[in-house]
């Protein structure tokens, strides 16, 4: 069943440069569907952990770039991307600019198998009350899922230290989001963006990869925000209209079905 179109999406997410992949489409996929008013910001620090997120906010650290989105474009778009362009702030900073609906956290932008951790979400609970005491209980705490990163080679040795198999270690860290996040922290949900990420790959998207890390623009980035979207308002995307320069209409389905399928089955792969 399809979810209600908001009249609102004001989302912040607390993260690192996954982030801005998730994000970077995300207001023109929810204009497309019919929101009237978005707002998506986001905290970056190039791979921020949580554990360093809660001590930056425990310090009122000014030391995120802080970047907003009401009009669908982003500054960092029209002027091409340089390390520093982004306003300075501090997460207190962010959560009082809201009214926020959604809150995301995201630990950092390539774990490998520290992701399957206990001790890399120690400072989550924390993290998140200290959220909760500037924004109060109603907006929602959203996790975001990293992706599996597409290399596999030496330079990746967390890799093999789950068993040298991509899927071993993308199945510990869905274990993980289910044993560890959901279970043992005041998390409202998830948002499977790395299972989507993996359905793309296993059906015809191919690694999607900006670096070996990072997901390529503009096919990996529409994965993750239509996977996204999906998982926050539960609003069709099979309709979407709107489509990324350089994305064909048989790449935007593929996408558009490897997001529906990890809302479906978000610890599993879907092969079609």
Not at 86 to 93: F, I, Q
Not at 153 to 171: C, S, V
Not at 188 to 197: C, K, L, Y
Not at 256 to 265: F, G, R
Request: with cysteine.
């Amino acid at each position: 069943m399809n979810g209600k179109i908001p009249e609102r999406l004001n989302v912040l997410f607390v993260g690192n440069s996954f982030s801005l992949n998730t994000s970077r489409f995300l207001p023109k996929i929810a204009f497309d569907r019919g929101v009237k008013e978005v707002k998506i910001g986001v905290l970056y620090v190039g791979g921020c952990s949580i554990k360093s997120h809660y001590e930056f906010a425990m310090e009122d650290k000014k030391i995120y770039e802080y970047f907003v989105s009401t009009d669908g474009t982003w500054e960092y778009e029209q002027e091409g991307w340089k390390d520093g362009m982004g306003k300075r702030a501090s997460s207190r900073e962010a959560l009082e600019e809201g009214p926020w609906d959604y809150v995301v956290i995201q630990n950092y932008h390539n774990g490998g198998s520290r992701h399957v951790k206990p001790e890399a979400y120690e400072k989550l609970s924390p993290l998140i009350q200290y959220i909760k005491d500037i924004v109060g209980n109603e907006p929602k705490i959203v996790f975001n899922v990293p992706w599996i990163e597409s290399r596999t080679d030496g330079n990746y040795p967390d890799l093999y230290e789950q068993g040298g198999h991509r899927m071993i270690l993308f199945a510990r860290i869905m274990e993980t989001m289910r044993d560890v996040v959901l279970a043992k922290n005041p998390v409202d949900m998830i948002s499977p963006t790395g299972t989507a990420v993996q359905n793309a790959r296993f059906n015809g998207m191919g690694e999607m990869s900006a670096d070996g890390c990072h997901i390529n623009i503009p096919r990996g980035h529409l994965v993750v925000a239509l996977a996204f979207f999906k998982a926050l308002t539960g609003v069709d995307i099979d309709g979407l209209e709107w489509l990324p320069d350089e994305v064909t209409e048989e790449e935007k389905q593929l996408a558009i079905q490897s997001a529906n399928d990890a809302i479906k089955t978000p610890n599993y792969v879907t092969m079609h």
